[in-house]
């Protein structure tokens, strides 16, 4: 089967350092990808991985390890226009399908 | 240049009645999805076109949805006899051919069932 899975919820601080994590079992593995979503708007895409290790991105970067079926995404120096729903999404064996995860809503306190 | 746009962005409608949402994908997009967003809830993937095949119709809910593609562009997506259950915010995306394409989204249509 496909399963994702994301932390609901997370609180940072302005400034701080956020890691959010996801999981995946997937029947295949064709890429994982970042969307960030603002509440009431359309996801909008952050970055993705095919290969193992860091992809770095400005203030945002993103992690997989293919063998551990384990990804992260990580935000620098929070602002508080980094408040968002963020979905881990993987594409499938046969590159068609996108998987979603049920998103971790991040809140970023003054 | 203009992205993924989607018609109508809110749509009331009663239980029983038929709806019919639109995508017009980005051009030169080949790929199209169509995706449901329960509020608060992650997004449930419905259908993929390549073209205007549909490969992978895996995700429709029932034979109550149904979605076509007229060459590489406009997508309907039609909801026959609504149900209260069937309303979320239906989402459109689409991408160039490839396996590491991006996806866009559109802004979503929201769909009440009353």
């Known amino acids: 089967g496909q399963n994702i899975d994301q932390p609901t919820e997370m609180t940072a601080t302005e400034g701080a350092i956020v890691q959010i994590n996801c999981t995946y079992q997937t029947s295949g593995f064709n890429g994982l990808f970042w969307y960030q979503q603002h509440a009431g708007e359309a996801p909008t895409f952050l970055s993705y991985?095919?290969?193992?290790g860091l992809e770095e991105k400005g203030r945002f970067s993103s992690f997989l390890s293919r063998s551990k079926g384990y990804s992260y995404l990580l935000l620098k120096e929070l602002q508080m226009k980094d408040s968002a729903s963020y979905l881990c999404?993987?594409?499938?064996?046969?590159?068609?399908?996108?998987?979603f995860g049920p998103g971790t809503r991040l809140s970023v306190l003054p | 240049g203009a992205g993924v746009s989607q018609s109508p962005s809110n749509k009331v409608t009663e239980k029983g009645k038929d709806v019919e949402l639109r995508c017009d994908p980005i051009s030169g997009h080949t790929a199209l999805y169509w995706y449901r967003q329960r509020l608060g809830q992650g997004l449930e993937f419905l259908i993929y076109f390549q073209g205007n095949s549909a490969p992978d119709k895996s995700g429709l809910p029932s034979d109550r949805f149904s979605a076509e593609r007229t060459g590489e562009s406009v997508s309907t997506l039609t909801i026959q006899r609504t149900q209260q259950e069937d309303s979320a915010v239906y989402l459109c995306?689409?991408?160039?051919?490839?396996?590491?394409?991006?996806?866009?989204f559109g802004p979503g249509t929201r769909l009440t069932v009353l």
């Open positions: 995306a689409s991408s160039l051919a490839g396996k590491l394409a991006e996806q866009f």
């Open positions: 991985n095919v290969l193992d």
């Open positions: 999404a993987v594409r499938d064996n046969y590159g068609q399908n996108f998987v």
